[in-house]
């Protein structure tokens, strides 16, 4: 199957400081990607739709400011999350289809964020 | 929008019994429910999925059926072992690709 890569798997940064995290899709490009954020034993709740060369679509109640999403190529989207505070810690994962049409999603390894 | 709607929310099974978990959804123009598996700390896997034109599908221990009229679906597996023991989530996915996943259930395999 597609292949996403997600980095950094693990980040701990400081409250009020910015941290990026990168989605590539390696073997196939992705005009459009997805963000999640999953709490602790919870369902992944989608945070916004990536688009390659447009703005993003955020999900009611996510911060378009507090969360930048950069998809500038066919293969790669960023989120950025600015001037995070403790209540940003959380696991987010991208994921991608890859254009076969087939709907399935390809997820990537997830990045677990620790805002001290 | 999309409402998916998942039970139970945890689930014991004796090693060797069968396992099912059951979903709904509110949009009736949902073509695609796919079902992913996720250990602790790693990203979600698809493990099977249906689309709207059957009402069943089968691979090896793993089967999902779908009642378009009813708007719900489950996903059945048998013979269960524990390397099963994970989290499930049923989706929904309709029109502009976007999935709507449901609550999740904590599946535990006893030996």
């Known amino acids: 199957g597609a292949v996403v890569s997600q980095h950094p798997s693990r980040v701990i940064c400081k409250s009020g400081t910015s941290v990026k995290i990168e989605c590539r899709s390696l073997?196939?490009?992705?005009?459009?990607m997805f963000w999640y954020r999953q709490f602790p034993k919870k369902s992944l709740m989608l945070m916004a739709t990536s688009n390659e060369g447009s703005k993003a679509t955020y999900e009611q109640g996510v911060e378009k400011d507090k969360f930048l999403i950069n998809h500038a190529s066919l293969t790669l989207s960023t989120l950025t999350v600015t001037s995070a505070h403790p209540e940003d810690s959380s696991f987010y994962i991208c994921?991608?289809?890859?254009?076969?049409?087939?709907?399935?999603?390809?997820f990537g390894e997830g990045s677990r964020l620790t805002v001290l | 929008g999309e409402n998916v709607e998942q039970h139970p929310s945890t689930l014991s099974v004796q090693e060797g019994d069968s396992a099912v978990i059951k979903c709904t959804y509110s949009d009736s123009a949902s073509n695609y429910f796919p079902w992913y598996k996720q250990e602790l700390g790693k990203r979600p896997q698809l493990i099977i999925d249906i689309r709207s034109n059957v009402g069943e599908k089968k691979d090896q221990r793993i089967a999902v059926t779908l009642n378009k009229t009813a708007k719900h679906f489950s996903l059945h597996i048998t013979e269960t072992q524990p390397e099963d023991s994970a989290v499930y989530f049923c989706a929904a996915h309709f029109g502009n690709e976007k999935l709507t996943f449901g609550t999740g259930t904590r599946l535990t395999i006893i030996p």
């Open positions: 073997d196939f490009q992705a005009t459009t």
């Open positions: 994921s991608a289809m890859d254009g076969r049409g087939t709907g399935e999603l390809f």
